[in-house]
Nanobody, 128 residues
Framework: QVQMVESGGGLVQAGGSLRLSCTAS????????MAWFRQPPGKELEGVSC????????SYADSVKGRFTISRDNAKNTVDLQMNSLKPEDTATYFC?????????????????????WGQGTQVTVSS
């Protein structure tokens, strides 16, 4: 049984930092491109960042470029999202997702279909 568990969310002031982590189990983690999505209150799900299974390719939404960094540790089955210079508009529920041998690009981030496994989400709230 595949499980994806996010952690690290919380309340932070604008300009602060948070580090989200997603731990996966029950799958061959190294075969999956991993992504972070987020859903702001009352809005649709949007892609934030992705990283290919070997970690060689990453991509970011324009809104987070230069502030967020995605990384993965295939030995620990984890994918992290380091979020710096947080803004109130980053407030959202953040989800990690896994795409079997998928590709990672800006255009791929705009489509959430095809991601097989999803976590339950972790809430990030940025106060102004």
């Amino acid at each position: 049984q595949v499980q994806m568990v996010e952690s690290g969310g919380g309340l932070v002031q604008a300009g602060g930092s948070l580090r989200l982590s997603c731990t996966a189990s029950g799958l061959d983690f190294g075969d999956y491109t991993m992504a972070w999505f987020r859903q702001p209150p009352g809005k649709e799900l949007e892609g934030v960042s992705c990283i290919t299974w070997g970690g060689g390719t990453t991509s970011y939404a324009d809104s987070v470029k230069g502030r967020f960094t995605i990384s993965r540790d295939n030995a620990k089955n984890t994918v992290d999202l380091q979020m710096n210079s947080l803004k109130p508009e980053d407030t959202a529920t953040y989800f990690c997702a896994a795409d079997f041998q998928g590709y990672c690009s800006g255009s791929r981030l705009k489509r959430n279909e095809g991601y097989i496994y999803w976590g339950q989400g972790t809430q990030v709230t940025v106060s102004s």
